[in-house]
Nanobody, 115 residues
Framework: QVQLVESGGGLVQAGGSLRLSCAAS???????MAWYRQAPGKQRELVAR???????NYADSVKGRFTISRDHAKNTVYLQMNSLKPEDTGVYFC??????????WGQGTQVTVSS
């Protein structure tokens, strides 16, 4: 069983930066890892994804500001968020898919960007 534990959320002013981390425990190989977010009253949306081959894709709203990266040895994925905007506020969830295409979610970490 894989568990995902996020950290790094918090309160930041607009224009600031935060770095989220998600550590995966367990021995199952993970293929894709990703970050999703959910703002109040809105559906959960994909923010960024990284494959086992380190290919990445981003939501248009975060391109050029956010960077996803991955440490395979530590089974950890990071999300560096720069030039944060109030509309980036939400709960950020770590997501992973293993070789058997099972999907895992973290518990979420709150990111609040004040104007």
């Amino acid at each position: 069983q894989v568990q995902l534990v996020e950290s790094g959320g918090g309160l930041v002013q607009a224009g600031g930066s935060l770095r989220l981390s998600c550590a995966a425990s367990g021995t199952i190989s993970l293929i894709n890892m990703a970050w999703y977010r959910q703002a109040p009253g809105k559906q959960r949306e994909l923010v960024a994804r990284i494959t086992s081959g380190s290919n990445t894709n981003y939501a248009d709203s975060v391109k050029g500001r956010f960077t996803i990266s991955r440490d395979h040895a530590k089974n950890t994925v990071y999300l560096q968020m720069n030039s944060l905007k109030p509309e980036d506020t939400g709960v950020y969830f770590c997501n992973a898919v293993d070789l058997r295409v099972r999907v895992y979610w973290g518990q979420g970490t709150q990111v609040t960007v004040s104007s």
